[in-house]
């Protein structure tokens, strides 16, 4: 009986809901001491003075740790560019400058109050454009000694550029029937996981182990030894239960400081974020502004597009953003057809708290901007705008921008779909005043990243899969992985065990992000099941006397097929494999296969191509308070292609949660920033979506499998956000005919576009 197609349980729900878990922030070790963290108060300085002497004399004090013991420079993936502690320039409030570990909270925070600090004031650099003007001022003087591990156009402000072009872009706009131009600004959007950043560090035999909640420990690990100026095999990353991460806990942050003062200190320590540093510090999605130009001939068909997206890097590339840049290109190009392209993606300097990954990374605001700027040319060209975005999107065997044939595209089928749950002629001719809908599709990526699994059979016949996957709540670990292996190798889910993650135990593990938990890891996982399972087939034939071939694994058993009376138990197996062949183990290895592409084409992109592409539609119906401007979203419907439904239930969970928060973004959030400090410190200001918020959501799941992918499988945790804020904001400009250029669509914004519109329709005299 196959338990792949199954929503079975997740194996660590009891855990979490009786509260047994022991989550990062709850993680300690006896005689841990306390850290705090001298932040800069200003964003942008020189260090004139520092003096720590004080502050090491007092009482319980055992370490303090300045940018003289992080000697190294770090950066996400790409751009090196980021130090642990500022070493001789401040660059946003909220810096670190120093850290201090003591026995008590209380002697801990009088030491950071004895540290001396001085400095010279710089002109603060906030604005993205201002940022690139000529005379700016440079945030980095130094960028040119910055390693990178790809040549890219960087200079200046300009921390990096990505940029694609295909075809001939000026001879299309030469013979437009129309050209449309717009402009649209969106927020920095913070994660929000319930649980803050945590670890713990300690210093032994020479080798910094950590345990802190991150979704790649892979990465910490290799952040860490660069800041510290050491081996990557110098550190061990050990992950406990994790609180919510949503790309948020991909960098390293807590953890070099914890392990410098651990060594200093000779004493495990422990340091855990306040809501207002989690806010403050702890990477956003980034602001961006998004400009598009597009020519089109008269039925619609888009001939030509020009980009410019401008995206906030904050002080450095300590978040994904540089990695990404490449992503809006793609994102903006890999859904409908557009032979001639040119877009630009600019990664920028600002005196603000460094940006980082958010479910959907660059996708969220390139999908909204494109598909506003869809139905601005649906109405000036007075089409329909499903049947504009029927005309245009792309079919199978058709390619997108970059070059990468599409062969499995399957927007038109997710349309399709949609309208069967929602039909759009029966919507928009029922439409009443302040009553808006909207469908979009969209292509979207599963990280490709590399996985390695090692799966070995127990002496009493359960399996173990020892991998370094983070469980971020997605279920790719708690069920997925399992579900997986225990199709494979015949036994019950619940006697499929994987132990925690940790980088000395496990090969390398590209990371819980991009949806690649259960496709990668579970891939690597399957390969090495396959292993196993020729193994055990080969001891049992011995056993049973009967050719590997005419054995099948069912229920935990290797059983003759046709002959239900000759079977042996998998733990008779295991045992007389270790005394014959030897235990039964094997390691599996995963990465995604070359996908063709233009390389010629891209300039600056570390993502060239969209592995393991899936394809969806989102419709939503709005209404409007006329009284207040506040948006309702009364229905929803998201059509999904997950490649093999895994376990469905597990797969509605994720939609559910990536819609929430695609409300979020489109409606409420905005992490604002007033003189390079964050206004929101806590969540009191910062408005989250409730469950008061969110619809009933429609879910309908297609299986349209990836070849390379797991049984099937493609990504499923990420692209439930991205169409969100595009679909609701194109319900909203259907609802009250006018459009708004920028999220979250609040009810002041809103409400003034309602009397905007109706000053145009009835003048003042």
Known sequence: MTVV?????????????????????????????????????????????????????????RAVATAADTPGLSGMLVLKDQTVFARDEIRYVGEPIAAVAADTTEQADAAIAAIELEVDPLEPVYDLEAALADDARVIHPDWESYESLLDGPRGGNLAWEARVEQGDVEAAFASAHLVVEDEYRTPRQHQCSIEPHAAVARYEQGRYIVHTPTQFPFLVRGRVAELLGVRPSDVRVVVPTIGGGFGGKLDAMLEPMACVLARKAGRPVRVVNSRAEEQATCGPRENAIVRLRTAVAKDGTILAQEGVILCDNGANSSGETVACANLAPLALGGTYRIPSACYVSKVVYTNTAPTAAFRGVNGNYCVFAQEMHLDHIARELEIDRRELRLRNVLKAGEQMVNGQQLDDAFLEQALAKADEIAPWDELTAARRPLRGVAVVPMTWITNPGPSGATVKLGEDGTVTVTCAAAEIGTGGVATGIRQIVADELGVPFEDVLVTPADTDAAGYDHGAQGSRTTFGTGSAALDAAAQVREQVLDVAGGMLEASPEDLELVDG???????????????????????????????????????????????GAAFTHFSAASYHAHLAEVEIDPDTGRVWVTRYVVVQDVGRAINPQMIEGQIQGGVAQGIGYALYENLRI?????????LETYRLPTALDVPPIEIAILENPCPYGPLGAKGVAEPSIIPVAAVIGCAVADAIGTPLQSLPLTPFDVLAALRHRDQEITPRD
């Open 674 to 682: 007033s003189d390079g400090v964050v206004v929101d410190s806590g």
């Open 557 to 603: 058993h290797v059983g003759v097929v046709g002959a239900p009376g000759r079977r042996v138990s998998l733990a008779a197996v295991a045992a007389t494999a270790m005394w014959s062949s030897g235990p039964i183990s094997a390691a599996g290895k995963f990465v995604a296969p070359p996908v063709p592409f233009d390389a010629g084409c891209m300039v």
């Open 5 to 61: 197609g199954t929503s079975v349980r997740r194996a660590d729900g009891d855990a979490k809901v009786r509260g047994t878990a022991v989550y990062g922030m709850d993680y300690t070790e006896p005689g841990a001491l306390v850290v705090r963290v001298l932040r800069s108060s200003v964003p942008a300085a020189r260090i004139t003075r520092l003096d720590t002497s004080r502050a090491e004399k007092i009482p319980g004090v």
